[in-house]
């Protein structure tokens, strides 16, 4: 079965409003993990990466906070704008020298205006 | 600086037929990765090219098989095709050497089987 497996297929917030979208993970032994955004018609774009030695990472607009206690992935994406709109993966590696990334379903994002 | 590249963009191929899928690595990158996306799926890890060798291989059959050449540049090449094959394929490229460099992905091939 997957690893990586996100909590909610979709998910719809007002433009201007903060999104968060969740990951969970079962490989305790997984040591780097990717957010990826994907439009219609388009590869996945890479978003924001963060590994295991770390909680917490921010980029521009974006925060993923990653909880290795209940192995847990979060993406924040701050005053969300309609551009956001999109399906989000989220992606786990199984440890060093592996270098199959593992993805999730996705989430849909949608932005109402 | 031009990104992952992949060609065609889309493919109509009969069952029983073989396919011929292309990628050209963002510049400077020198490993090539390929994954099958079904449609309302996440993409899956088929195999990963870096030295002209394939590196890792996920949990597909040997009817996937794939070539790098010396330039970097990838194929990816599917035998016997069956209906079940029909997805967009997307080929990423990253850095063999920095072991966290983030995959960064094309544009894919949406290939159709019938």
């Known amino acids: 079965g997957e690893s990586v497996g996100l909590h909610l297929p979709t998910l719809s917030v007002q433009e201007g409003d903060n999104s968060i979208i969740n990951c969970a993970y079962s490989n305790s032994a997984s040591d780097y993990f990717i957010w990826y955004k994907q439009e219609s018609g388009k590869g996945p774009q890479f978003i924001i990466d963060?590994?295991?030695?770390?909680d917490k990472r921010q980029g521009q607009r974006v925060t993923v906070l990653l909880n290795k206690t209940v192995k847990h992935l979060s993406l924040q994406i701050a005053a969300t704008q309609s551009g956001d709109s999109a399906v989000y993966f989220c992606a786990d590696r199984m440890g060093y020298n592996n270098n199959d990334m593992r993805f999730g379903a996705g989430t849909r994002l949608t932005v109402k205006p | 600086d031009a990104g992952v590249t992949q060609s065609p963009t889309h493919l109509i191929k009969t069952r029983g037929q073989q396919v011929t899928l292309r990628c050209s690595p963002k510049?400077?990158?020198?490993?090539v990765s390929w994954y099958q996306q079904a449609l309302g799926q996440g993409p899956q890890f088929i195999f990963q090219y870096y030295e002209e060798e394939e590196r890792q291989r996920g949990n597909f059959p040997d009817r996937f098989s794939g070539h790098q050449f010396p330039n970097y540049s990838s194929e990816l090449n599917v035998n016997a095709l069956l209906l079940g094959d029909s997805a967009l394929y997307l080929c990423?490229?990253?850095?063999?050497?920095?072991?966290?460099?983030?995959?960064?992905f094309g544009n894919g091939t949406r290939l159709t089987v019938t």
């Open positions: 990423a490229s990253s850095l063999g050497t920095d072991y966290n460099s983030p995959l960064h």
């Open positions: 963060i590994r295991s030695n770390m």
């Open positions: 510049s400077g990158h020198d490993t």
